[in-house]
């Protein structure tokens, strides 16, 4: 029974297409034109597409030369991170009026914990129309909400309606929404993951709830488990107001490739610099060292070392990273190379189950509608 279940009150806002909306604020002439933020020059990958764009098949992470190829019309913006996050900066200071559960995950999104509100609202769903609004009003722009009794939930639902609408799922419906979704909607199965539960026959949540966790774990391993639960709408995460980062990472596309270690060692330096910097002002160090290495043919390598101790210092990064270059033999000519330090120190153990108490706490809510 649902009522079984841990709920709270929890909102994802996700902006719709933020990087490219902001631009087309910014600059009118751009409105209701295809644009891609990033991905100008021969060698650019996309970093965001507007709705425009996307209905030619245009998205981020694609390279700057197929997305003119599907979008000849295509108009490409420089990114204006600065202006990104004076935007996010605005946007919280909204979300903060309502809740001080507030995690974000990014500049563009952010779960709120709306179970006990600052307004005494009892609509999550209100709240978060209201905040759309405000949003809209205050700062031009539009983003679209997902709502119900947990994180997991809340995330999938806020794509439902976009871009520019919210989906709500009540405590009674939640069942059924996950039996019906779409194995490739949960948030947490990539394309990947995705083809081998095709091979497995299981295509919608209902497929997923009928597998055992003894099989889950035999095919997918440590990540069975959370099949399992979501699945049944078993979800504990909690909003952090104050998320922890677990990596900090720099990286560099070349306007040529490189094809010899000797070339690369140049360009390693200046990103251990920028990794350094990044430790720095984050005050934060790391045990394990990752190269990131995409090749011309846009494949992708990771190498990674872990140390014994925690280091920040750009000296020990680079001469890391030199390691892991020279470890082995490259498979073709270089076009990116990128340093990310994990297993941080800001990093705390994992709390495996919630306590009775916090099982509880949240019941209360029951009272109120969604």
């Known amino acids: ?61 694609m390279s700057g030369r197929l997305a003119i190829k599907l979008c000849p019309e295509l108009i490409f913006v420089k990114t204006d ?52 609004q405000r949003i809209f009003d205050e700062v031009g722009l539009t983003a679209s909400a997902g709502i119900s ?73 440590k990540s069975g488990r959370y099949y399992y639960d979501v ?15 677990k990596s900090l990472a720099a990286e560099r596309t070349f306007n040529k490739n490189l094809s010899s270690e000797i070339f690369m060692l140049e360009k390693l330096e200046h990103i251990s610099e920028e990794v350094a910097k990044r430790l720095a002002k984050s005050k934060v160090s790391g045990k394990t060292i990752t190269l990131k290495i995409k090749y011309s043919d846009f494949t992708l390598q990771t190498r990674s070392k872990t140390l ?12 890391t990273a030199k390691d892991l270059l020279y470890q082995n033999k490259l498979n073709n000519s270089v076009r990116l190379l990128g340093i990310s330090l994990s297993n941080l120190n800001t990093e705390k153990p994992k709390k495996t189950k919630p306590s009775d108490q916090e099982k509880k706490s949240v019941s209360v809510q029951l009272k109120f509608s969604f």
């Open 231 to 245: 699945v049944r709408g078993i979800h504990f995460s909690e909003v952090k107001p104050n998320r922890i980062r």
């Open 1 to 61: 029974m649902i009522h079984d279940l841990p709920i709270r009150k929890i909102i994802h806002i996700d902006m719709d297409a933020f990087y490219a909306s902001v631009a087309q604020m910014d600059n009118p002439e751009l409105k209701g034109k295809p644009i891609a933020v990033g991905g100008g020059g021969t060698r650019g990958v996309v970093s965001a597409a507007s709705y425009e764009a996307r209905k030619f098949g245009v998205k981020s992470a």
């Open 308 to 319: 014994p101790y925690y280091v920040s210092d750009k000296s020990i990064i680079l001469e």
């Open 149 to 221: 009794i947990n994180k997991f939930i809340a995330k999938v639902a806020s794509d439902y309606n976009k871009p520019n609408g919210q989906k709500t799922v009540n405590p009674e419906d939640v069942f059924q929404f996950l039996e019906d979704l779409d194995i490739r909607k949960f948030y947490g199965v990539g394309k990947v993951t995705a083809e081998k539960m095709y091979q497995k026959g299981i295509f919608t949540g209902k497929d997923l709830k009928a597998k055992s966790l003894e099989y889950l774990d035999k095919n997918f391993g």
């Open 81 to 132: 991170f600065e202006r990104y996050t004076e935007i996010s900066k605005r946007i919280r200071k909204i979300f903060l009026e309502y809740t001080d559960l507030v995690e974000p995950l990014s500049l563009d999104e952010a779960y709120l914990d709306v179970t006990e509100n600052k307004l005494g609202f009892p609509s999550a769903s209100l709240i978060a129309e209201e905040i759309r």
